[in-house]
């Protein structure tokens, strides 16, 4: 029996929300706020990554 691939499907706004809240963890340090903006920068590129199932190389 030959198996069926799925085709990717776009993350859900849950689980972007899920992704935020579990990245902003690493960042919680008031020592972070004054990068707030390569915080959110870095962020939106790890969401990219994670979206177009990129990992990094072993």
């Known amino acids: 029996m030959m198996e069926q691939l799925r085709a990717p499907h776009a993350p859900s706004e849950q689980e972007r929300a899920e992704f935020h ?6 960042f919680a ?5 004054a990068v707030r ?19 990094a190389p072993h």
């Open 21 to 26: 809240e579990r990245f902003l963890r690493s």
């Open 29 to 33: 340090d008031p020592r972070f706020d």
């Open 37 to 55: 903006d390569a915080v959110a920068a870095l962020e939106e590129l790890a969401w990219r990554q994670y979206c177009e199932q990129r990992q």
